[in-house]
């Protein structure tokens, strides 16, 4: 038994010892496994002509590994594969539980010097390689390979990192067909106040068009002892849909945006954007919105949940509205989590209260939504997106007995192939039914819409 355990752990040692001889940087999995794997010693004695010193040092107890402290060996398995299915942080948390009760296991500050480095503390993982090198009983070989992954993390440590600059965007064109056209501006996030007739199916033609720029600058600065990423953002984007007949249901809008946030991968996320909506109706300029967010978000381990309260200042300028202003403030809570390796889903809950002077326009609303995303292939993409929300008036509107409240269904599904030249097909179908104490408001409305573009 015990020659067919040297025979499993030689190849191990011999592909790392080659590895080495090349000069290649050694993983730090693969060095880790060096130390934990009693056959090493087994094979580092047999080198040397001694079978019955190999036999000698592997003990029976195999949380003891040569001659240092014993430890939990189970508690360390664990923490190792919770390191190695990514859930760093937790690891690190269950390496130092052990080391509080057994401080001089070498093999355990070994595994706590891989965690650190794989979350960049390049600093503390330089002190546990320090404590396992003043071990004297280490094989050669490892103490070697534990060198060389000191120096990678003093080099990581000294190295300023450069900036980054990223451009991203896409274009298209799009064609769909809406079977409730008067409807297609009747919502309460725009607000603008338009009421919806008698159902007319119409087509329309519109464009899109996406620029974001950011510059990134990784591990420009330590915080509480983890680097620390920064970005900077601004952005713009553009849509426009004119219909062919009904053209209370034309819009567009164009959007800009800057941002500001601060990032430690795996642990969490902040920044603060501000955004300008203008909204042109019918080819009115109508509205526009200024907006400031400021959000932070957390790694759970198992996915990312984030908290964004905004607020958002709307000013309507189109002659019927013209001084009619009012404030908007509310909040978005939002989970995302990956579902295998090809899907994720996205939970958001949203409540928000709008003021506007003219009161029987101000509303509260509570929005629910969930958003799956699924790879088929690296070139396909599918989505579904379903939301309830519920809008509560404030004031009774003109013309009628009681304050409006809307429940609006939508859901959305459809799906993007993108080529690798940049070339992005898209197709979407939408339903929304909306129901109202005021028939105005009531309504089912479809939507077929197709898209040809450009990803860059």
């Known amino acids: ?30 060095l880790s496994a060096l130390l934990l794997s009693p056959g090493i010693y087994v ?24 001659g240092v402290q014993s430890y939990d060996r189970k508690a360390l398995a664990k923490a190792i594969e919770e390191r190695n299915n990514g859930d760093v942080d937790n690891a690190v948390i269950m390496f130092n539980d052990i080391l509080s009760d057994s401080p001089h296991a070498t093999r355990v500050h070994l595994e706590l010097a ?6 960049k503390s390049y600093q503390r993982s330089i002190e546990q390689l320090e404590i396992v090198i003043e071990n004297n009983r280490i094989p050669p070989v490892v103490k070697i390979n534990v060198n060389k992954l000191l120096a990678q993390a003093r080099l990581q440590q000294n190295i300023k990192p450069k900036s980054r600059h990223r451009i991203r965007g896409n274009v298209k ?65 553009v849509s426009d849909k004119n219909y062919n007949d009904v053209d209370v249901a034309n819009q567009s ?28 109706l019918d080819h009115d300029y109508t509205a526009r919105f200024v907006t400031v967010q400021p959000s932070f978000g957390v790694d759970t381990g198992t996915g990312f949940l984030r908290a964004s309260p905004y607020y958002t200042k709307r000013v309507y300028v189109y002659s019927d509205d013209e001084g009619l ?37 101000s509303y509260d609303k509570e929005k629910l939504s969930t958003l799956l995303i699924g ?30 409240e809307d429940d609006v269904l939508r859901a959305v599904i459809g799906g993007n192939v993108t080529a690798s030249s ?29 898209s040809v573009g450009y990803v860059f």
């Open 375 to 404: 790879k088929v292939s690296s070139e396909v993409m599918v989505f579904l997106l379903a939301s309830y929300e519920i809008n509560e008036y404030q004031d009774i509107e003109e013309n009628y007995s009681d304050k409006r």
């Open 173 to 237: 064109a799009i064609a769909g067909y809406d079977t409730n056209a008067n409807a297609a501006n009747d919502t309460a996030d725009l607000d603008v106040g338009t009421l919806t007739t008698t159902a007319t199916n119409d087509h329309y033609l519109g464009f899109g068009a996406k620029f974001n720029y950011s510059y990134i600058i990784p591990n420009a600065f330590e915080l509480m002892g983890n680097p620390t990423v920064t970005k900077i953002a601004a952005g713009m984007s």
């Open 422 to 450: 940049g070339l992005d097909l898209g197709l979407k179908f939408i339903y929304t039914d909306q129901t109202s104490n005021h028939d105005l408001h009531t309504y089912d409305r479809f939507v077929l819409e197709t």
């Open 325 to 361: 202003e009012g404030d908007r403030t509310g909040v978005v809570v939002d989970y995302r989590t990956a579902l295998g390796e090809r899907a994720s889903v996205r939970i958001s809950l949203e409540g928000a209260s709008t003021d506007i002077n003219e009161n029987w326009r």
């Open 253 to 280: 809008i164009v959007s800009t945006y800057s941002s500001i946030g601060l990032e430690q991968y795996g642990r969490w996320k902040t920044d603060v954007k501000v955004k300008a909506d203008f909204i042109v």
């Open 43 to 66: 094979d580092n004695a047999h080198a040397n002509g001694s079978y019955k010193d190999a036999t000698a040092k592997t003990a029976p107890n195999r949380s003891r590994v040569a």
């Open 1 to 30: 038994m015990l020659y067919q355990e040297f025979k499993r752990h030689k190849s191990k040692y011999h592909a790392c010892n080659k590895q080495t001889k090349k000069g290649k940087p050694l993983s730090v999995i693969a």
């Open 114 to 119: 891989v965690a650190y480095f794989k979350l």
